[in-house]
């Protein structure tokens, strides 16, 4: 494993080395079992893979969030090594990606950025497009890995690849949970042990979901659903819908079209979110 705090440095290594598949795991760091599977994933398919691990404050809209984002590079660069040489990291300081103007590009993502996360989180899909386009044309990757966990981010970034035509493969990884169903996700360190015991709720609820598909339609489910956690005291749902998987809009007639049940709440203050094939 290499690690290389500018990109500048790991491009001229990789001309050296006269690398050819180049896969890139974009991360910001705190890793965990979901963000080594997609290293794995990428190390299966790759010749030399790409972890980069950035806090990208432009994809934030809340300053407190940004500071309080888990850094943890050197436990990150310690479970990174334990999954091959062919790993070269790259963890750089702000001016090495953005120069001096650290701000959005701006896309159209048209609808699929106006409802779910992009709705809940003002500018969000903006920041995390531009690092994401950033770092395809820095390093030039033939494919990219996303985690299924946040699924409207691998659209809006499979809408980027397509919109800005860059030559890149975004693969998609199925989520990784825990064995009690919670899907792994560096928030989920912030829960104390009682809201950890509750969060498989999250996980049993999209199933008990799944479950009604052909018995209730999405309009009775979402009513169910609103109701189930207003009966739940630790926790604030912001939202759950069924929405068409490639438009994110939700549907009221399922009608062949493949659909996913997506959810965010609080819980204890944490927000988490999850989705389920539907
Ligand atoms: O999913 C994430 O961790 C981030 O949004 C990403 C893709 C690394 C961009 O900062």
Not at 55 to 71: A, E, G, I, R
Not at 134 to 159: H, N, T, W
Not at 171 to 183: Q, T
Not at 211 to 226: V, Y
Request: aromatic letters at 10%.
């Amino acid at each position: 494993m290499k690690v290389f705090y500018h990109s500048k440095e790991l491009n001229a290594f990789k001309n050296n080395n006269n690398t050819k598949a180049v896969g890139l795991v974009p991360t910001m760091g705190a890793l965990h079992e979901g963000h080594l599977t997609l290293v794995k994933k990428a190390l299966s398919e790759n010749d030399i893979v790409i972890v980069s691990i950035y806090v990208n404050p432009t994809q934030f809209d809340n300053s407190n969030d940004l500071k309080n984002y888990p850094k943890t590079l050197d436990s990150d660069l310690l479970k990174l090594e334990t999954l091959g040489d062919n790993i070269w990291v790259y963890a750089p300081e702000t001016s090495d990606l953005y120069g001096k103007q650290v701000e959005s590009k701006g896309y159209d993502f048209g609808l699929l950025e106006a409802t779910m996360e992009g709705a809940h989180r003002k500018g969000h899909f903006q920041g995390v497009a531009t690092i994401v386009q950033l770092l395809f044309e820095v390093f030039k990757p033939s494919k990219a890995y996303f985690g299924e966990k946040d699924f409207q981010q691998l659209q809006i970034i499979s809408a980027l690849v397509a919109n800005e035509k860059i030559p890149v493969t975004v693969v998609p990884c199925p989520i990784v949970r825990h064995d009690d169903g919670l899907a792994m996700s560096s928030r989920n360190e912030h829960l104390n042990s009682t809201q950890r015991a509750i969060a498989p709720i999250i996980f049993e609820t999209l199933q008990k979901v799944v479950a009604l598909k052909g018995k209730s339609s999405p309009e009775q489910i979402e009513f169910w659903i609103l109701d189930f956690f207003k009966h739940q005291p630790e926790i604030e749902l912001e939202y759950f819908m069924i929405a068409d998987e490639k438009s994110l809009q939700k549907i009221s007639d399922l009608n062949g079209v493949q659909t996913r049940a997506f959810i965010a709440l609080k819980l204890g203050g944490i927000r988490l979110i999850d989705n389920i094939k539907f």
